[in-house]
């Protein structure tokens, strides 16, 4: 039986890494700053002890290093942003325990984006961004 063999692209894994990892935190800080606003974001963090200005940095850094992400414009530094800000959230979430049905969600969701955050790191931009930093 002869098996089918796939080349590997690092550089189109880095592709999908930024585009998925980054619209997510692009739409999380499009909805904490424009939808729900984020006079209904500050007692959340307020409540887990962070002070109310991390909520606007938070909100900022998501939505501007989410873009540098899925642009593929200084993908390092953009992940070097969020990742004070997922282990924020992870912190958040260890408390509920492992599954993401628990009341207050599981931490296995915030994991999964700071390792994907380390491997868009690793990886960098890639060839189909507009710089390899």
Known sequence: M?????????HLASLFLRISVGSMFLLHGIGKLFF???EKVLPGFVQQGFPEWAAYVSSI???IAGLLLIIGLYSRVAVLL???VA???LIYHVP???VFHNPGGGW???KL????LVSIFLLGTGKYGMTNY
């Open 96 to 98: 509920n325990g492992w």
């Open 61 to 63: 850094v998501e939505l």
């Open 36 to 38: 729900i606003g984020i």
């Open 2 to 10: 002869k098996l089918i063999r796939f080349s590997a692209d690092a």
């Open 82 to 84: 969020l990742m004070p």
């Open 113 to 116: 984006i700071i390792v994907s």
């Open 108 to 110: 296995e969701y915030p």
């Open 87 to 89: 282990i924020g959230v």
